[in-house]
T-cell receptor, first 107, second 112 residues
Framework: GEDVEQSLFLSVREGDSSVINCTYT??????LYWYKQEPGAGLQLLTY?????DMKQDQRLTVLLNKKDKHLSLRIADTQTGDSAIYFC???????FGTGTSLTVIP | DTGVSQDPRHKITKRGQNVTFRCDPI?????LYWYRQTLGQGPEFLTY????????KSRLLSDRFSAERPKGSFSTLEIQRTEQGDSAMYLC??????????FGPGTRLTVT
């Protein structure tokens, strides 16, 4: 997705927090999403945020949205080895996905 | 509910052949989406149906690609005269609302 950018790799130690960042260009996007893809598996919707919200918390996940800077982040608290996967952000208007951030959790 | 299913899971074909993939969405989901994903990339949107109507098509969907959803339930994606560049994972998703897309496991196409 040329209009959605993410850093490619992130490595954290088990128990630490992970922060995955995403920038997008379409300011008219109504919803922004975070998906998780484990090896050999389909994409799983983790959470989404409505564009008029700044923050959404869902158990260990916190989504922050800065509309002015068109910046979206996903924070995973107490990261576990089972969180190792590729994380994609996506926007709703043009169905654009980012290139994905590969999260590696070190035991 | 068994989730979104796709068939086949893998397809190997020779360049120039036609292939057809099938997607069965979650029952009662009126929206159905097709994406293509290549290694190291995020899914790229191809097309979107609401019921049987094809509402959006990406410019990525060349004349060799066609998708149908004749009765508003399952959908097929056909690629004619396949090229090596068509090798990818083809993903189908369905939803009953605009933001909760449920993805199938994908069909991996290899064009030799």
């Amino acid at each position: 997705g040329e209009d959605v950018e993410q850093s490619l790799f992130l490595s954290v130690r088990e128990g630490d927090s992970s922060v995955i960042n995403c920038t997008y260009t379409d300011s008219s996007s109504t919803y922004l999403y975070w998906y998780k893809q484990e090896p050999g598996a389909g994409l799983q919707l983790l959470t989404y945020i409505f564009s008029n919200m700044d923050m959404k918390q869902d158990q260990r996940l916190t989504v922050l949205l800065n509309k002015k800077d068109k910046h979206l982040s996903l924070r995973i608290a107490d990261t576990q080895t089972g969180d190792s996967a590729i994380y994609f952000c996506a926007e709703s208007n043009q169905f654009y996905f980012g290139t994905g951030t590969s999260l590696t959790v070190i035991p | 509910d068994t989730g979104v299913s796709q068939d086949p899971r893998h397809k190997i074909t020779k360049r120039g052949q036609n292939v057809t993939f099938r997607c069965d969405p979650i029952s009662e989901h009126n929206r159905l989406y097709w994406y293509r994903q290549t290694l190291g990339q995020g899914p790229e949107f191809l097309t979107y149906f609401q019921n049987e109507a094809q509402l959006e098509k990406s410019r990525l969907l060349s004349d060799r690609f066609s998708a149908e959803r004749p009765k508003g339930s399952f959908s097929t994606l056909e690629i004619q005269r396949t090229e090596q560049g068509d090798s990818a994972m083809y993903l189908c998703a369905s939803s009953s609302s605009i933001h909760e897309q449920y993805f199938g496991p994908g069909t991996r196409l290899t064009v030799t």
